[in-house]
């Protein structure tokens, strides 16, 4: 028996009472079939509805040849009138996404003449696949295009052409179709077959935004978000900002101004920095001129500084210049051989005796050790 599907006949109904026709047990609860529903089943990329029947939870809902089955919790009397709640919450936001969807895809598949070819409402965001390039300057104006249209309200057509209607009439659809087809339009935006649930007019999506664009095989994947979520997004963007604005002294909207600023003079004292970096690494090693092997112990440092210190100093000292960077008992090391012999076992060794990790080949290594200082010079005295 096909279910009488209330969710088309008011999209905004919150309860009904229905009849219970069935109920099995299953893996994931209790599958039941009502008489008539208002909660929607998955499909067409969007989720299902959840919400309760008498009471017990609905948490899936799908449909198989024109019935309705809800997973339910526990299970219900069959043959019962039962009274059904949705998930108010869950189901607005879904037609919030996807009505802004189909106000965003129209404009984009009209002006810049692609398909819409994959659509996805996850728990974050909304995921719409298009099958031709666009730029984010041509995705920004569909997107301007299609504030407008929200913002003119007007109402939401859903109609049923009759085949000869449909045959004259421009509409999008990713398969072709047969027997009774739901048309959803959204005047100056966009005309859709389409079986999903709808706002009423189109200022209740309140407003679009797209998060990004990026290549995806032959066309692009774009993010966005509508109504609710867009709103919670863009407050917490601006939270953000203020947040960025507040510690370097500046308004929200100047801020990447003042990271950009403050970034270049990072940059600045990084390369001043690496400048007296090498300075007093030069410095050290020409302490070090023809000593031989060497253990040098600095404060901490990058890996990278270790290593360019080590190797400053093996090519002064004329033998293996053992850096290690750190306090207490860890230190990060570098080891360097000036004439390229293979360090290999002695880094075994090492690794073995001081708690190290670490490796390398010919005649350099890196890692870091646990250890004191006293265990490091013990252990270079018993082994060089």
């Not at 919150?14 to 099995?24: D, E, G, I, P, Q």
């Not at 048309?183 to 935004?209: N, W, Y």
């Not at 990060?332 to 190290?356: C, E, F, M, W």
């Not at 390398?360 to 060089?384: L, N």
Request: proline fraction near 4%.
């Amino acid at each position: 028996m096909e279910t009488e599907k209330l969710y088309y006949d008011d999209p905004f109904l919150r309860t009904f009472t229905a009849k219970v026709l069935t109920c099995v047990p299953s893996t994931t609860g209790y599958l039941v079939t009502l008489d008539r529903t208002a909660f929607y089943p998955e499909g067409g990329g969007q989720p299902a509805d959840h919400g309760t029947l008498d009471g017990a939870a609905v948490t899936d809902v799908h449909e198989k040849d024109g019935t309705i089955v809800h997973t339910v919790e526990r299970p219900v009397e069959i043959g019962a009138t039962v009274t059904a709640a949705i998930d108010w919450t869950r189901r607005f936001d879904h037609m919030q996404q996807h009505s802004g969807e189909h106000i965003l895809s129209g404009i984009l598949c009209r002006d810049y003449h692609c398909d819409n070819v994959g659509f996805h409402m996850g728990a974050d965001t909304v995921t719409i696949d298009y099958d031709a390039p666009l730029t984010w300057a041509q995705v920004l104006a569909a997107e301007e295009e299609a504030n407008r249209v929200i913002w003119a309200d007007r109402p939401v057509e859903i109609t049923y052409p009759s085949p000869a209607d449909l045959d004259a009439l421009d509409y999008r659809s990713k398969k072709a179709l047969t027997g009774k087809v739901r048309i959803v339009t959204f005047p100056s935006a966009d005309c859709c077959a389409c079986c999903g649930t709808h706002v009423l007019r189109a200022g209740q999506v309140g407003i679009v935004k797209v998060l990004s664009c990026q290549k995806f095989r032959s066309g692009v994947r774009m993010e966005i978000l509508c109504g609710q979520r867009a709103y919670r997004y863009l407050a917490a963007a601006y939270e953000q900002a203020h947040a960025i604005g507040q510690r370097l002294s500046v308004k929200p909207l100047d801020a990447a101004a003042a990271v950009g600023r403050l970034t270049e003079e990072l940059a600045a004292a990084k390369q001043r920095a690496a400048q007296l970096e090498e300075q007093v690494f030069s410095n050290i090693a020409a302490e070090m001129a023809g000593r031989g092997d060497v253990v040098l112990f600095q404060p901490p440092l990058r890996s990278d500084s270790a290593r360019k210190l080590a190797d400053a100093v093996a090519r002064a000292c004329g033998g293996l210049a053992a850096v290690f960077a750190g306090d207490g008992a860890a230190w990060t090391y570098a080891l360097v051989r000036a004439d390229g012999v293979d360090i290999a076992p002695l880094v075994r060794s090492l690794n073995s005796a001081l708690h190290g990790r670490g490796g390398g080949r010919g005649g350099f290594a890196q890692g870091s050790v646990q250890a004191s200082k006293a265990d490091i010079r013990a252990f270079f005295h018993d082994s060089i």
